[in-house]
């Protein structure tokens, strides 16, 4: 689907990724709703798009209260009459530890932003999409959707069931008018810890300043490019690449390198 003169409605808008996100499809000619729980996240976002704010609305949305995403399509129609797309961006990962030592309340958490936040964003705009002679719907997994990472269990488990939510919705529209793609980034280079509200691991190349990964300007472009060629999967950065071709090759050792890439940050 091409995205000029489209509606995009995209969570997690006010920093990281979702924001080049937004103000990638600002430049291609497309009309964004902009959906995060941080004001002063958004407020930057739409700072940043300068000119072109005309074409961008912004929501305070806490995507994991259901009552607060069902309200949400009103308020994108009142300010943009049609709704074209949905890009499920935000997410969260998990405090770096083993599964014995992560409390229920962080699990709760994780899967509450994102899986059921994605799925009640999915279940909510989907008849409005249903009813556009041509709409998307763009969701943001990771490499964590197909590969194990030592502590971040639960933000994979989260991660992969999105994967499938995506594959199976592709496959129930695939006689409409409703495009799927599914998104499956490698590391970037954004605050993901710092907005996640977990601490980096001692010694991570984000504690060092460091941190290794695709820029998320290039990462949007390489999603958006992926959107507007309809493809049903895009592997985001080298590092999801060569992982990819690892696990279909052997599972075991593809999870095996991942473990020896982790050990040194886990607490024992």
């Known amino acids: 689907m091409k995205l000029q003169d489209k509606v995009i409605v995209v969570t997690g808008g006010g920093n990281g990724l979702g924001r080049e996100l937004v103000l990638n499809l600002l430049d291609r000619g497309a009309r964004v709703a902009a959906v995060d729980i941080s004001e002063a996240g958004l407020t930057e976002t739409l700072e940043l798009a300068g000119d072109r704010k005309a074409d961008l609305s912004t929501h305070i949305v806490d995507i994991t209260e259901r009552a607060a995403v069902e309200a949400l399509p009103e308020q994108v129609l009142k300010r943009h009459v049609t709704i074209d797309g949905l890009i499920n961006n935000a997410g969260i990962i998990q405090p770096f530890v083993r599964l014995k030592d992560l409390d229920y309340e962080a699990i709760e958490r994780v899967m509450n932003i994102n899986f059921y936040g994605t799925l009640y964003m999915t279940k909510t705009f989907l008849p409005y999409l249903l009813e556009r002679p041509e709409a998307h719907i763009t969701n943001v997994s990771s490499m964590g959707g197909f590969l194990p990472v030592p502590g971040q269990t639960i933000y994979c488990a989260s991660k992969a069931a999105m994967k499938l939510l995506t594959e199976g919705l592709h496959s129930e529209l695939e006689d409409t008018h409703v495009g799927v793609t599914l998104i499956l980034p490698g590391a970037m280079k954004t605050k993901i810890a710092e907005h996640s509200q977990v601490e980096a691991p001692s010694g991570s190349d984000e504690n060092q300043k460091e941190y290794k990964g695709l820029a998320p300007d290039k990462a949007a472009k390489l999603i958006l490019d992926g959107v507007e060629s309809d493809r049903y999967r895009v592997l ?33």
């Open 236 to 268: 985001v950065g080298s590092d999801s690449k060569m992982m990819d071709f690892l696990y279909r090759l052997s599972p075991r050792r593809a999870a095996g390198f991942i473990f020896k890439q982790m050990r040194s940050l886990l607490p024992n």
